[in-house]
């Protein structure tokens, strides 16, 4: 007889992920040539091993910056079918070496540059300012047709049955979506793991994190099998990948960017906005993405989005000086040495040039900051991610257990609390920009301008470089810029020394957190790791961060080492 669907059993949920991982891994299996398999004994950092196993066209094409990259597609002088074959073969050997892919698309892939192809031979011209570029997407950012699990394994069978706004844009655009890459569950961790995957790693140290939520992203473009990828961020989920990865990555301002089609659970809760952003292995990239959405005129079909262009024509002012503020660290958890050897070495070049003031920052209740946060995050107690766990019988992930069932500021809010929140966030918003205001040298002129203010403000992108795995307890130095609503930018430094490094003196932490955090540091666990650190602006400065990281990067010579 037949089961009804009230008696019909439950599959285990082991069954579920290891058939997710077979589909995986059958769409790598589908490229051609086919991928090279590394050896089973891998080394701590893989990031030179594609280098030694793809094609030296396939290197050159997919370590070329997005933006030669379309420099050639656009003169005809690669074809939009060789680019994403290279990265084709590049993403499907970062996945064997890190993890960080949920599925290849080559068929696809392969038709869309096919007609890009043909467009070009017979218009002489791009189909778009992204024609044939290769671009990754995060699994829960929908492409019609396809799965949308969001990292639970009960929501493996989900389908998106469109492509999520954003994606729509570049694809008018003329970009290419060849990849689609991991998440952790609930897709609120500094860390990528999930029932459905496993761990995605760290290219520099399979040891450590690639970052979370967006850690496939990380790994991938971090390994070049990708020059130009689609995360989300609510705490620092494409920024914490970025900068362990050495890669640059955008949290744009909220309802600048579309985020119509995505999958999460607490749909429609906006007490702390979720963003869409870039991350790319270039600042041009983040530019370029940030530059062809915004020109599409998004908030026509997303009417939540602010109407608000590109400013294209931002520059950096030369009859005054532009006013970097340095946030050594936050009052509540200390940047351990290599973070802070990053900043003092900027800083020592910033003071050489003459159009540029540095100052420092005073961090205003950063701890308080993350009590607001934490309880806009989970309004519900975290009821619906707990659901939806159970509904596979999947166990929770450690960094799970942590952010909701070990979070003191998770609870089920009632109306009057959720209302008291809310306020508390306001406040702490028109205080926080007070702050800033105050660092004004002369007040208002009339024209709504304040004289001689801080333009904006350098920090460490997380207390260290990236953490050993399911250690990535503290968000403030992400979180808190969520919070405010304002565009961070992160970018790579150079790289841990161990021998450089080191710790020296006895550090008085300042509370219990920090101590746990000190306790982490070992300069030969993260030797050759990344360093990073984040540019921020105030709401809506987005482009502007853009420009003082150009700024920046050319009159100082950044990065200081070659990434990868």
């Given amino acids: 007889m037949a089961l009804t669907p009230k008696t019909k059993r439950k599959r285990p949920w082991q069954h579920i992920a290891e058939e997710t991982r077979e589909y995986r891994d059958a769409t790598i299996d589908r490229v051609e040539p086919a991928v090279p398999q590394p050896p089973l004994a891998l080394p701590t950092n893989v990031v030179n091993i594609p280098r030694e196993m793809l094609s030296p066209d396939e290197v050159r094409i997919t370590e070329t910056p997005p933006e030669d990259l379309l420099g050639m597609l656009g003169s005809g002088g690669l074809t939009a079918t060789v680019t994403v074959k290279a990265f084709l073969r590049r993403a499907g050997l970062a996945q064997k070496l890190t993890n960080c892919i949920t599925e290849l698309l080559p068929e696809r892939a392969l038709a869309r540059a096919q007609y890009l192809d043909d467009y070009y031979a017979q218009n002489g011209k791009p189909l778009g300012p992204l024609h044939g570029l290769p671009v990754s997407v995060k699994e829960h950012i929908g492409i019609e047709g396809l799965g949308l699990n969001a990292g639970y394994v009960a929501w493996q069978d989900k389908i998106a049955q469109e492509d999520a706004h954003v994606l729509q844009i570049l694809w008018r655009a003329g970009a290419i979506f060849h990849a689609r890459t991991t998440q952790p569950q609930t897709l609120m961790h500094l860390e990528t793991d999930s029932n459905l995957y496993g761990v995605t790693t760290n290219p520099y140290n399979c040891n450590a994190s690639a970052g979370g939520s967006s850690g496939g992203e990380g790994a991938l473009i971090g390994l070049r099998g990708s020059c130009l990828g689609i995360g989300t961020d609510i705490g620092g989920s494409i920024r914490s990948p970025a900068a362990n990865n050495g890669l640059y990555g955008l949290k744009p301002t909220a309802f600048r960017v579309p985020t119509d089609g995505w999958s999460s ?29 915004v020109a599409s005129k998004p908030w026509l079909s997303e009417p939540a989005l602010i109407p608000l262009p590109w400013n294209s024509t931002f520059r950096i002012p030369q009859d005054k000086p532009l006013k970097i503020a340095i946030l050594w660290h936050d009052n509540v958890v200390m940047p351990h040495p290599p973070i802070t050897r990053a900043l003092r070495t900027i800083v020592s070049k910033l003071k050489a040039i003459p159009n540029i003031t540095v100052v420092d920052w005073k961090p205003h209740l950063h701890d308080e900051a993350w009590a607001i946060i934490s309880s806009l995050y989970f309004t519900d107690g975290g009821a619906e991610d707990a659901a939806v766990i159970a509904e596979s019988g999947e166990p929770w992930r450690p960094l799970t257990k942590w952010i909701i069932k070990e979070n003191p500021c998770v609870k089920r809010l009632g109306m009057k609390e959720f209302f008291y929140w809310q306020e508390e966030r306001e406040e702490y918003r028109k205080e926080y920009a007070k702050v800033w ?128």
């Fill in 265 to 293: 659970t607490m749909a429609g809760a906006d007490s702390i906005v979720t963003v869409i952003g870039p991350l790319s292995a270039s600042l041009t990239g983040i530019k370029l993405f940030m530059q062809t959405i």
């Fill in 437 to 564: 205001n105050d660092t004004a040298t002369a007040g208002n002129n009339g024209t709504g301008e304040l004289e001689g203010v801080v333009d904006v403000i350098l920090c460490p992108a997380a207390p260290g470089v990236a953490p050993l795995h399911n250690t990535a307890k503290y968000w403030g130095y992400t979180s808190q810029w969520n919070l405010l609503d304002y565009p961070a930018l992160v970018f790579p430094v150079c790289k841990v020394d161990a021998d450089v490094d080191r710790l020296e003196g006895k550090y008085k932490p300042m509370n219990d957190v920090d101590r746990d955090h000190w306790k982490m540091y070992d300069p030969r666990k993260f030797h050759g790791l990344p360093i990073s650190l984040q540019l921020v602006g105030r709401r809506f400065e987005d482009e502007k961060i853009i420009a003082v990281l150009e700024y920046i990067k050319e009159a100082i010579g950044l990065p200081f080492v070659q990434f990868p």
